[in-house]
């Protein structure tokens, strides 16, 4: 493989991606296509730039010509590029649809025009909408509910129609929340770590009953090599984790491990509008193809609190603006 895409390769998801792949593509050119947005920094990825096989692309997937610029020549896009903020969507749905649904068209175009030799994109495990009990397999009709959720199943949609139409080489991966370092503290971990480490209530929506299942960027990467390696060409994978916690079980086990009272430290507010009570996925797809998921999250989270405290000067002007709900 000459050259790989990835889209978002500076934010939280993309640069753990792009830092796994460098390692097992040595012969291959990476370049990133990121906006630059909030949630992404260059700082995630300079290391990665100096050895001068990964390239920056500064640019929006929405714009064709950007596209059209990033994907020449290139043998594999992976597009992880999102608006991913489930508060922001119910306050600014149009954004959402821009980047994850126009955005994710005209990257796909642009890959069949220059005739990609795979598309793997990825998507989310609240495409299935709530599953209050047992799992989602792929097979799942997807009932999202929230705006973020409803462009990303759009998305599906348009990558589905370019499979059946053009017949273009494409695979779906459906993932839980991912966590790990340099995530933006929009998300519930890294939110209440700053939280707490500048001394701040940590903030519920509703009783904090909310469950979701936890993956991390580390597992997600090597899911997302399994399947340039052994996917199906047209096939959908939902990968997954074992682990399940409520919002407020997240919360006080972060209290725990700055040694503080979660009683002390938690206070609910009122919840949004629509808050899927449970996500959860059957991943056996996957996992026949010899996947599963190494890292826990209890066993590296003391690792990801270390990170954060030593980065907070990146996070100083949001820590001090912590006010809002968490997201999950």
């Not at 409803?150 to 129609?161: C, D, F, L, R, Y």
Request: proline share 3%.
């Amino acid at each position: 493989m000459k050259k790989m895409v990835i889209t978002g390769g500076a934010g939280f998801i993309g640069s753990h991606i792009a830092e796994r792949f460098a390692e097992l593509y040595p012969a291959t050119t990476i370049v990133l296509l990121d906006k630059m947005t909030y949630a992404a920094d260059i700082r995630n990825i300079l290391p990665l730039m100096t050895s001068g096989r990964v390239q920056l692309i500064v640019g929006d997937v929405f714009d064709p010509g950007t596209c059209q610029r990033a994907v020449k020549g290139a043998d594999l896009v992976i597009h992880a590029a999102a608006e991913s903020h489930v508060d922001n969507s119910f306050g600014n749905s149009y954004e959402f649809t821009k980047t994850n649904v126009a955005g994710t068209h005209s990257l796909i175009e642009a890959s069949r025009t220059a005739q990609v030799k795979k598309f793997i994109h990825v998507s989310t495990d609240e495409v299935y909408g709530e599953v209050l009990t047992g799992k989602a397999n792929e097979d799942t009709v997807l009932v999202p509910t929230n705006p973020y959720s409803a462009s990303k199943a759009a998305a599906e949609m348009i990558i589905n129609g370019y499979r059946k139409s053009f017949n273009f080489p494409v695979i779906i991966v459906r993932a839980n929340n991912i966590f790990g370092i340099r995530q933006y503290p929009e998300k519930i971990i890294p939110k209440f770590l700053i939280t707490l480490m500048m001394g701040r209530q940590l903030t519920i929506h509703g009783k904090g009953n909310n469950v979701r299942h936890y993956l991390s960027a580390w597992d997600l990467a090597d899911a997302l090599d399994l399947m340039i390696r052994k996917g199906e060409i047209g096939g959908c994978y939902n990968v997954g984790a074992t682990e399940e916690y409520t919002n407020l079980e997240m919360a006080r086990m972060l209290c725990d491990l700055f040694g503080l009272n979660s009683e002390e430290h938690i206070t609910f507010v009122e919840d949004r509008p629509f808050n899927d009570a449970r996500y959860s996925l059957d991943w056996s797809r996957i996992d026949a193809l010899g996947w599963s998921a190494k890292h826990r999250l209890k066993t590296d989270l003391p690792g990801i609190a270390q990170w954060y405290a030593a980065n907070l000067d990146r996070y100083e002007d949001v820590g001090k603006s912590i006010r809002k709900p968490l997201n999950s």
